[in-house]
């Protein structure tokens, strides 16, 4: 059912406006949704606000039974969300798919992690003092999300914010519409209570407005870019409106000179070149050691050049699409900005006629080049030479961003000097993954405010309460 959930029900916009779903590698409409704004809005943070009472009164065994229902369906339908969100995104079947089985492993992880809850208990200084913490919901929770991972990145919000017993009224891209309304159905099917979760799909300033504006809204949970993450945090401050952000990203990867070349540069542009290069934590700056970066460029560039790029029919793997066409038109300057300072394009860099893809593009560069200090989110790969150790940590935080770094080194001294040196919220040494359900997902400086998953996922959706009583004859 492709429409708005809203207290339990299935409904067009209240306007009755409809939103265009393009398929972005062929430019096509795909099917037309409830387009809202505001007032779709408000009678959602109504429905969740009377939910709100009950539902954080449950028991987290009972509130676990709606997140296992809703994972389970996710699991059954997986095949059909999957094209969708193909069709809305360009992604291969095999990251359309996985993303799908990722949120649902979100919504099984919540479930058991709202059983532990703790607070504690704390010794007193007086001997007629008892004095205990415990945590509870907040209340009602705005999600907000962006297209490169419609499935994921509202899962781990919302299935957390549930878990602790707040309600949620969630707004995912306009853009991938019909995996926002799928989430929207899995939660249905569950049966999980009219009013705790509700999906919307509508005018992005309108409504972000709307939250800011909603003293009954005490968190917003943002996933999307810096710019837009600075104008929530302004406009949070009119109603002390609770924030998580998770924003933009400028990854360095390190790669030291003891490693096998030939396997980490396949491996390197299969990593930058994950749902075309539109991730967050993708790998961007790619800083190799002055000793490989020859081979390491001649490796890469017979893997760029074995990538197919076209249209994902789910019969074959190809490097999708990017988004939309003003995604297009970004990594495109990208390119051009790199030619013009001087970089050089290796491989890679043709724009497509129809549809909104970018060959991969190799590009060898240096740290002066101000084009990497840009996030990309693109399939356009910069590498760069560095000497030594110190030099290569001082360029690795020359940015205003601090979500994910990786490192790639058989040396433990060195792994550690790199990893306790470089001021990111994530950092992978030897893997290309360095996250998941159980763990915490932070980033530092201009990336982020506050953690999603893991234990840290579900405190952000918790008050804690000092409960202290006294005069206490025992």
């Given at each position: 059912m492709h429409k708005q959930l809203i207290n339990g029900h299935w409904v067009d916009a209240v306007s009755k406006g409809v939103w265009e779903v393009i398929n972005p590698a062929l430019e096509e409409v795909v099917k037309e949704v409830p387009y809202g704004d505001d007032k779709d809005f408000k009678l959602a943070l109504k429905a969740a606000d009377l939910a709100f009472d009950q539902w954080s009164r449950e028991t987290p065994y009972f509130r676990a039974d709606f997140l296992k229902k809703t994972a389970e369906y996710i699991r059954i339908n997986v095949k059909q969300f999957g094209t969708d969100t193909i069709l809305e995104t360009g992604k291969p079947r095999n990251e359309a798919e996985g993303e799908w089985l990722v949120a649902a492993n979100l919504f099984e992880w919540f479930a058991e992690e709202g059983k532990r809850n703790y607070g504690r208990v704390?010794?007193?200084?007086?001997?007629?003092?008892?004095?205990?913490?415990?945590?509870?919901?907040?209340?009602?929770?705005?999600?907000?999300?962006?297209?490169?991972?419609?499935?994921?990145?509202?899962?781990?919000?919302?299935?957390?914010?549930?878990?602790?017993?707040?309600?949620?009224?969630?707004?995912?891209?306009?853009?991938?519409?019909?995996?926002?309304?799928?989430?929207?159905?899995?939660?249905?099917?569950?049966?999980?209570?009219?009013?705790?979760?509700?999906?919307?799909?509508?005018?992005?300033?309108?409504?972000?407005?709307?939250?800011?504006?909603?003293?009954?809204?005490?968190?917003?949970?943002?996933?999307?870019?810096?710019?837009?993450?600075?104008?929530?945090?302004?406009?949070?401050?009119?109603?002390?409106?609770?924030?998580?952000?998770?924003?933009?990203?400028?990854?360095?990867?390190?790669?030291?000179?003891?490693?096998?070349?030939?396997?980490?540069?396949?491996?390197?542009?299969?990593?930058?070149?994950?749902?075309?290069?539109?991730?967050?934590?993708?790998?961007?700056?790619?800083?190799?050691?002055?000793?490989?970066?020859?081979?390491?460029?001649?490796?890469?560039?017979?893997?760029?050049?074995?990538?197919?790029t076209g249209i994902n029919t789910g019969d074959e793997l190809c490097l999708g699409p990017l988004i939309n066409k003003k995604q297009q038109v970004h990594v495109k300057g990208i390119i051009e900005a790199a030619q013009n300072q001087g970089a050089k394009i290796i491989s890679g860099g043709t724009v497509s006629e129809k549809g909104f893809f970018i060959e991969p593009t190799l590009i060898k560069a240096t740290q002066a080049q101000d084009f990497i200090k840009e996030e990309i989110f693109g399939p356009v790969l910069p590498v760069i030479s560095f000497s030594s150790k110190e030099e290569v940590v001082q360029w690795a935080n020359e940015t205003s961003y601090g979500l994910a770094a990786y490192i790639f080194t058989n040396n433990l001294n060195r792994a550690y000097f790199f990893a306790e040196n470089i001021r990111f919220g994530i950092v992978g040494i030897n893997e290309w993954a360095p996250h998941g359900t159980e763990l915490p997902f932070s980033g530092w400086n201009q990336s982020g405010l506050g953690h999603e998953s893991g234990a840290e996922g579900l405190k952000e959706y918790l008050e804690l309460k000092l409960i202290s009583i006294g005069g206490i004859d025992a």
């Amino acid at each position: 059912m492709h429409k708005q959930l809203i207290n339990g029900h299935w409904v067009d916009a209240v306007s009755k406006g409809v939103w265009e779903v393009i398929n972005p590698a062929l430019e096509e409409v795909v099917k037309e949704v409830p387009y809202g704004d505001d007032k779709d809005f408000k009678l959602a943070l109504k429905a969740a606000d009377l939910a709100f009472d009950q539902w954080s009164r449950e028991t987290p065994y009972f509130r676990a039974d709606f997140l296992k229902k809703t994972a389970e369906y996710i699991r059954i339908n997986v095949k059909q969300f999957g094209t969708d969100t193909i069709l809305e995104t360009g992604k291969p079947r095999n990251e359309a798919e996985g993303e799908w089985l990722v949120a649902a492993n979100l919504f099984e992880w919540f479930a058991e992690e709202g059983k532990r809850n703790y607070g504690r208990v704390i010794p007193s200084t007086r001997k007629d003092k008892r004095s205990q913490v415990i945590y509870q919901a907040m209340g009602v929770v705005g999600v907000i999300t962006a297209w490169n991972f419609p499935a994921y990145n509202p899962a781990r919000a919302v299935a957390a914010a549930l878990a602790a017993g707040c309600t949620v009224v969630l707004k995912g891209s306009e853009f991938t519409p019909l995996t926002s309304f799928n989430l929207a159905s899995a939660m249905k099917a569950s049966g999980i209570p009219d009013g705790v979760v509700n999906v919307i799909n509508g005018d992005a300033v309108r409504i972000g407005e709307a939250m800011l504006d909603s003293p009954e809204l005490k968190k917003i949970s943002f996933t999307g870019s810096t710019r837009v993450g600075k104008i929530l945090m302004d406009g949070a401050s009119k109603t002390h409106t609770k924030l998580s952000l998770e924003l933009g990203g400028n990854a360095p990867v390190i790669i030291d000179k003891d490693i096998n070349v030939a396997e980490m540069a396949k491996m390197a542009v299969i990593a930058k070149l994950r749902n075309c290069g539109q991730v967050c934590v993708a790998p961007q700056r790619y800083y190799v050691h002055k000793e490989i970066i020859d081979n390491f460029l001649e490796e890469a560039t017979k893997t760029m050049k074995e990538i197919k790029t076209g249209i994902n029919t789910g019969d074959e793997l190809c490097l999708g699409p990017l988004i939309n066409k003003k995604q297009q038109v970004h990594v495109k300057g990208i390119i051009e900005a790199a030619q013009n300072q001087g970089a050089k394009i290796i491989s890679g860099g043709t724009v497509s006629e129809k549809g909104f893809f970018i060959e991969p593009t190799l590009i060898k560069a240096t740290q002066a080049q101000d084009f990497i200090k840009e996030e990309i989110f693109g399939p356009v790969l910069p590498v760069i030479s560095f000497s030594s150790k110190e030099e290569v940590v001082q360029w690795a935080n020359e940015t205003s961003y601090g979500l994910a770094a990786y490192i790639f080194t058989n040396n433990l001294n060195r792994a550690y000097f790199f990893a306790e040196n470089i001021r990111f919220g994530i950092v992978g040494i030897n893997e290309w993954a360095p996250h998941g359900t159980e763990l915490p997902f932070s980033g530092w400086n201009q990336s982020g405010l506050g953690h999603e998953s893991g234990a840290e996922g579900l405190k952000e959706y918790l008050e804690l309460k000092l409960i202290s009583i006294g005069g206490i004859d025992a």
